[in-house]
């Protein structure tokens, strides 16, 4: 089972066990992961699971689609590392990533 550490914008860092093939927003939301809200379940339309994927991590995921990048465009505090967690996959290549939530 796949550990997922999530960096929260108060700098502390909570360790959750994921599930293969679920998403990294779900199992923030299902471990209670504070930010990560996934208000639209997954369907593209909120941003409220934004998180930032540095290296060597983020060559673990498929690039994002045209559609997370068109919601990306909008979200506060857009870095280059950004991602939408509820596109992102957990699969074991990343166990022990880290992901840090965006504050907004
Ligand atoms: S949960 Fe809404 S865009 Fe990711």
């Not at 991590?57 to 950004?82: G, I, N, T």
Request: proline share 6%; net charge negative.
């Amino acid at each position: 089972m796949p550990k997922i550490q999530f960096r929260t914008s108060s700098g502390d860092l909570r360790t959750v066990d994921a599930d293969e093939g679920e998403s990294l927003m779900q199992a923030a939301v299902r471990n209670g992961v504070p930010g990560i809200l996934g208000e639209c379940g997954g369907e593209l339309s909120c941003a409220t699971c934004h998180v930032y994927i540095a290296d060597p991590w983020a060559k673990h995921f498929p690039p994002a689609s045209a559609d997370e990048q068109d919601l990306l465009e909008m979200a506060d505090d857009r870095r280059p590392d950004s991602r939408l967690g509820c596109q992102l996959k957990v699969t074991e290549s990343v166990d022990g990533l880290v992901a840090e939530i965006a504050q907004s």
